[in-house]
Structure formats: structure tokens, C-alpha cells
């Protein structure tokens, strides 16, 4: 029963800036980990950044140093600021999410329905 809703994506100039959301609900008790990936058309999807743990964070090569994920563990909300883009960073951007569901000892993984990000002059 849980879902996951993305916002943020769009249509952004090189160099430009978007910030992605993602708000986990439902039954939940608690989230061990979220993440970002991607899938740009033709390609597999793709680890993009995952945050988990004491905000341990992990993060594709191809975005460190430009993309920063972060997460309000209160609101099971995670975001992923995206610095810098290229058109390579073109692609629908799904949310994922791990962890238990409330009332008992079933874990869960969940995706969201993804959100295009389109980098273009």
C-alpha cells in the first residue's frame, strides 16, 4: 500500500537546475532507503543517487558532484537537487523507496511512476 508521488521535472536549459521530490505514503512504519534512477530512452534504468542509513549517501559517477540527494525522514519525502545539467542527464526519473510496512515485519519496495527531466537549448 505504499506510494510513491514525484514532482519537480521539466524542461531546463544546460547549466540549469531542478529539484526533484518524491513523497512516500501509505502503510509505513519505517523507510530504510530511497533513491533516485533514471531511464533515458533506449537505456537501462539506472542507479542515479540513494540515500539510506545515517543519511548515507551514494551516487552515480556520472552525477557526483552535481546532484545532491536528501530526505525528511519525518514526511518519508526524499529530493534530489540536480546542478549543472547536462543533456545527458535527459531521461524520466523514477523514486524508490525501501523499508517495512506499519504493523509488521514485511518489507517493501516501491517505485514511483517516474518524472521527466528534459536538458535542452
Known amino acids: 500500500q505504499v506510494q510513491l508521488v514525484e514532482s519537480g521535472g521539466g524542461l531546463v536549459q544546460p547549466g540549469g537546475s531542478l529539484r526533484l521530490s518524491c513523497a512516500a505514503s501509505?502503510?509505513?512504519?519505517?523507510?530504510?532507503?530511497m533513491g533516485w534512477y533514471r531511464q533515458a530512452p533506449g537505456n537501462k534504468r539506472e542507479l542515479v543517487a540513494t540515500?539510506?542509513?545515517?543519511?548515507?549517501?551514494n551516487y552515480a559517477d556520472s552525477v557526483k558532484g552535481r546532484f545532491t540527494i536528501s530526505r525528511d525522514n519525518a514526511e518519508n519525502t526524499v529530493y534530489l537537487q540536480m546542478n549543472r545539467l547536462k543533456p545527458e542527464d535527459t531521461a524520466v526519473y523514477y523514486c524508490?523507496?525501501?523499508?517495512?510496512?506499519?504493523?509488521?515485519?514485511?518489507?517493501?519496495?516501491?517505485w514511483g511512476q517516474g518524472t521527466q527531466v528534459s536538458v535542452s537549448s
Open positions: 524508490n523507496a525501501r523499508g517495512y510496512y506499519s504493523g509488521s515485519s514485511i518489507a517493501f519496495g516501491s
Open positions: 501509505g502503510n509505513i512504519f519505517s523507510i530504510n532507503a
Open positions: 540515500i539510506s542509513g545515517a543519511s548515507s549517501t
